[in-house]
């Protein structure tokens, strides 16, 4: 049997492939592929999706502020709490 791709003389070896056709297949993922992979390709940005990201930053800062807003309250409450606490050990132990 010989090698599936269109025009490949070689004898199949794999899948229906010849060994050079597979090999290729398998590092490139496409058997057709005559070239290696060269550099990436870079990653097609557009401007929607920037702005997203953009919009993704603005939100989390705002909940760093909400939660740094929150834990200033909650060290408030606790400081509040520590003084009521040794309010009343001071009354406990006043002697009457
Ligand atoms: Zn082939």
Do not use: W
């Amino acid at each position: 049997m010989k090698c599936s791709i269109h025009g490949c003389i070689n004898e199949a070896a794999v899948r229906g492939l010849c060994r050079m056709h597979y090999m290729r297949a398998r590092r490139t993922g496409d058997a057709t592929r005559t070239h290696q992979r060269g550099p990436k390709p870079k990653p097609f940005v557009d401007p929607e999706h920037s702005r997203t990201e953009g919009q993704v930053i603005t939100g989390l800062r705002r909940q760093l502020a909400q939660a740094k807003l929150r834990i200033a309250e909650l060290r408030r409450h606790l400081a509040q709490a520590d003084a009521h606490i040794r309010q009343l050990q001071e009354q406990k132990n006043r002697p009457y």
